[in-house]
DNA sequence: CTAGTTGCAAATGTTTTGCAGTCTC
DNA sequence: GAGACTGCAAAACATTTGCAACTAG
């Protein structure tokens, strides 16, 4: 639809920083993970996706999705996380670390939360410990608000 | 050669509690977990841990321990953590939320920090969006202070 | 005795890897 | 062109499960 976004410019400008070149399989991971805005998704998911927005170009491999996610992440455009221990890796794009996440057990929701609190823990443990920090990660799971109103309590997993 | 530790005693109890039995596969899992003090260890390495202290009792299959865990875990004895996403789960004994893990990203090593920072995202959560908190889970990566002092920096700062 | 547990082995599901062909630079 | 990428298929891993034998209660 659009010729450029500023996404894939940034994209095109990171890959061609770091050497490395820039191909369909890159270009629709990002654009995937952007069309998806803010969702967590499985590279199924991902896989899933790019064969339906990036139709012309085809299918992409899961091991392509696999080693440009790989790529992307060194790069700093992508942050994998784990949910929950036995479920797959899910990916975002990345996101500073002032944010963390709520995960509604009930309804598996996934929010992303902005505040101070990062920045605390940051100052604590710099000040406290001699421990330079690099990354953060926090999340936290419980009920949401909307399913506390609904009482939903014993908790079934959603689809996505 | 100690007949009962208190932490075994522990286990003892809340197995029955739950209508469990008290076999040696779960002793030597909880042993092993002990005997780690604090450790993360895998399953794979929980196993063999098995093998060395529990030597009389024989090996316990990997199918067990995995099934030990689960159990384990419903009776709030030990916790799942996965440090990587492309690491394999790693378990320690159960702790507070109010603790939470400082890994060093040069020498791999994971403690354990205890402060008010966990209280703090729980009540701003809950004052704030209704948010109903069951569990935090804070992982902070960086640098020891130790591996600083010897200016061992085989990785590179990710961003802020 | 009875039913919960275990060990083994095979199944499942995810992520990685070797290689030949393809495409970017 | 040269060498970085991709797709494919098979390998490498982590974790789960079915089932017969075992054992705690």
Redesign the pocket.
Known sequence: VVGATEAEREL?VL??AG????????RAVWQALHAADGAHL???ELTERIERVAGR???????????????LEELGLVRAT?LA??D??RWERAHPDEHFHLQCASCGRVEHHEGDLVARILEHLDVGHGFAVQAVELTVTGVCAACRAHGEDDGHPVGG
Do not use: C, F, K
């Not at 050497?19 to 369909?24: C, F, L, M, Q, S």
């Not at 170009?57 to 790529?71: E, H």
């Open positions: 095109e890959l061609r050497g490395h070149r820039v191909t369909d399989a890159r499985t590279v199924d170009t085809g299918a992409i491999d899961r091991a392509s999705v696999y080693r440009t996610l790989g790529l784990q221990a036995t797959p890796v």
